[in-house]
């Protein structure tokens, strides 16, 4: 078989290290603009990844497995947290949180090694799954850089959108967003890897070996990240399937290697699904879970799952492949994935953000399908030996270019953000420094940082122990209902001095994410997207009016601030903040002001 001939391994490094040097780009521009002002931080790339860097930060502080960074809420006999995204999706926060605790890491240094491990190793692991699957390990490694670095190419993001009148989605190479998909996403293609060798080894001892080793890779992927377990979930039944219907023959052997992975896989679930029965009612909400048996069929990316499925079956038809070749079989279940996924609600009748699959899975997968296919159709039969080298040179060389050219965009448009973010980091490591232990009460745990800047309230907790009034994410842990997330955004809105003439207009319109969720704001993020109309924004500014009109003291200290911070370029109204509270001297840090609150007394 196939898998048990010599991988020739140097090809393989070959391919991660460019990899993992293309990774380290954007940091190192970052590095590069701060210079001796550097002040330690990561560079971002994805929205989410701060709230990800505050679920880490608070695991670092030693926190409970159930905590919510934003409102600085734990878990706690007294008062239990329900789960959240976060607390079930644990695996990875935790390969993060415990090495960084042992060796003293604060996140940002954990997150910048974060994302060069797991550039060497999905690239390693990806030559290893090609490797195995087509028995060329020189076009192993071409088609690592095409299949990691044109992703948003084949998914129509990026540079191209511009093209069909869009806006571009210009972000990094999505399989490395921190720390999800990230750290788990090496396991989602080892898991590939293993359900191979099962199905192609005549040894009975490895075979079972390989069935634990795909058990335990399944495992990161479903306590990691949703889309890839499905993902995998999905992939397997489409194997398995394939394999019984084009080598009946061989139906027991492989159907008690199958059932022995799937009983492993299952006793994995059970916990899982505890879990995700224990969420928080705001989960489904706050993930956009949507309820609809309508199709999903006019995606880029299966379009190009089409064409190969099409080349692939002609192919067969013409007998230049078998169809019961075990690498063809494989290549038409990535192939077909993307359709399985994109479509699974006409049967179960749930939709959960398909774009994630988009984004972060199906174009991997595909772009697999994509290389066997290629590597098939230029043997023309499988025995007639490699592919030609320069055809190799050209699909390496065409996919590591597109992705040092996204990479570059994507890093000069975020490169003032990351900077900003620099800046402000000692900000957060001051208030680590002043932070005093919390107090067992769940409507006031710890201390409250008021930042009327989005972006500095949504990064404080991925350094600062402190709890923020509101932050951009705080909907998305289990610390508050959907009530108390919208209280608060009015109280931040009221304290930063934004009138009710200005409420549908504040931030360019970040009203609608904040009251309405990401599903009302965000077309791309649901098949079956109900636009916020104007009658619902004029509503909540009348909620936002007569929240004001009767605004007092015990609305003003639910929770009570304790520190105000502010960046002293930006002028702001602090009317309605002094009306409650009044605040010291202030210090000075960099381009900020850093003040100590304290209530009023009660008149």
Known sequence: MQGDKKIRWRWGMIAAVAITLLSLFPQFYLWGQRGRQWNGSQAFFYTDEPAYAAYVNALIAGRPRRNDPYTGRDDTAKAPLPESLFSIQFIPAYFIALPARVLGLSTATAFILVTPIVAFTTALTLFWLLALITDDARAAAAFVPLVLCVGLLVAGNGVVRPFFGQQ???????????????????????????????????????????????????????????????AALAWLALVASLWFAARPDEWRAGLRSIALLSAFISGASVPYLILVFRRAPTMDVAQALVRTHTPDIWRSIEGLALIIVTVALVAILAHRISRRDPRILFTLAFALLPFVLFNQQIITG???QPMHYEQFVVTYTTLIALALVVVWLRRGRVEQGPVGGLLLLTISLFGYGWGMGETWIATRRFAYVNSLRDEARPVGLRLRELAKPPVIDQQNPLEVVFAPNLGRSDNLPTTAPQAVLWAPHMFVFSGVSGTENKERFFQFLYFSGVRVEEFSHYENGFVKYAIFGWERANEKLTATFRPITAEEIANEAKNYADYIANFDSTRATRPTLTYLLLDANQPINLSNLERWYTRDNGERIGRYLLYRLTPRTAT
């Open 168 to 230: 571009a989605t210009l972000v990094y190479l999505p399989f490395l967003r921190r720390y999800s998909p990230a750290v788990a996403f090496p396991c989602f293609l080892i898991f590939f890897a293993f359900v191979w060798r099962i199905l192609t080894t005549t040894s009975r001892q490895r075979r079972l070996l390989d069935v634990l080793g795909a058990a335990a890779a399944f495992t990161v992927c479903l306590y990691g990240y949703f889309y890839l377990w499905t």
């Open 350 to 352: 749930r939709s959960l």
